[in-house]
T-cell receptor, first 111, second 115 residues
Framework: EDKVVQSPLSLVVHEGDTVTLNCSYEVTNFRSLLWYKQEKKAPTFLFML????IEKKSGRLSSILDKKELFSILNITATQTGDSAVYLCAVVRGSNYKLTFGKGTLLTVNP | DGGITQSPKYLFRKEGQNVTLSCEQNLNHDAMYWYRQDPGQGLRLIYYSQIVNDFQKGDIAEGYSVSREKKESFPLTVTSAQKNPTAFYLCASSMPSGGPTGELFFGEGSRLTVL
């Protein structure tokens, strides 16, 4: 059975801290791994990763994929209260590009 | 502006009633999806459609039905057979059929509460 496991499930930090969110997966016919940020309603796209070892970066956020060990991490440096959200990891698999989502990590950044 | 519109945003129904959630997109995407989100459960796939007049069951299709008569529209009916229908429902689309990126574009969601 295909699995996507995120850890931790929740995390509380102070503004300015650096956080690392984890996503491990076991899926057949892996195609890509996606990270989304969900604040209240619609998840918004952050990164797509297809190749191992190539870091994707956007401002204070960065992400990398390890296809040998089957995991990805999402780093957020100098966290701000606006980073508080659920971060979702999803893996695209199969010939029909189905997505399997993890349960998400709830990040709370306190001032 | 292009996007995905879900309606209604909030819906209350009595147990035993069927309800239909609307999802419309003007992104010219081929594929559309319905996900259910419960606290602590992440997103679970209910149904998806890669092309007009065709759709497939996802991981939790029991108690739900869909149609795809037009490219722009993918309504979801929550039937009385769904045992725990209270949830947040998200519609998404992608082009084409997930494509090489697999990136989904999401609507704002519909929160269904069954009393």
């Amino acid at each position: 059975e295909d699995k996507v496991v995120q850890s931790p499930l929740s995390l509380v930090v102070h503004e300015g801290d650096t956080v690392t969110l984890n996503c491990s997966y076991e899926v057949t016919n892996f195609r890509s791994l996606l990270w989304y940020k969900q604040e209240k309603k619609a998840p918004t796209f952050l990164f797509m990763l297809t190749s191992s070892g190539i870091e994707k970066k956007s401002g204070r956020l960065s992400s990398i994929l390890d296809k040998k060990e089957l995991f990805s991490i999402l780093n957020i440096t100098a966290t701000q209260t606006g980073d508080s959200a659920v971060y979702l990891c999803a893996v695209v698999r199969g010939s029909n590009y189905k997505l399997t989502f993890g349960k998400g990590t709830l990040l709370t950044v306190n001032p | 502006d292009g996007g995905i519109t879900q309606s209604p945003k909030y819906l209350f129904r009595k147990e035993g009633q069927n309800v239909t959630l609307s999802c419309e997109q003007n992104l010219n995407h081929d594929a559309m999806y319905w996900y259910r989100q419960d606290p602590g459960q992440g997103l679970r796939l209910i149904y998806y459609s890669q092309i007009v007049n065709d759709f497939q069951k996802g991981d939790i299709a029991e108690g739900y039905s869909v149609s795809r008569e037009k490219k722009e529209s993918f309504p979801l009916t929550v039937t009385s057979a769904q045992k725990n229908p209270t949830a947040f429902y998200l519609c998404a689309s992608s082009m084409p059929s997930g494509g090489p990126t697999g990136e989904l574009f999401f609507g704002e969601g519909s929160r269904l509460t069954v009393l």
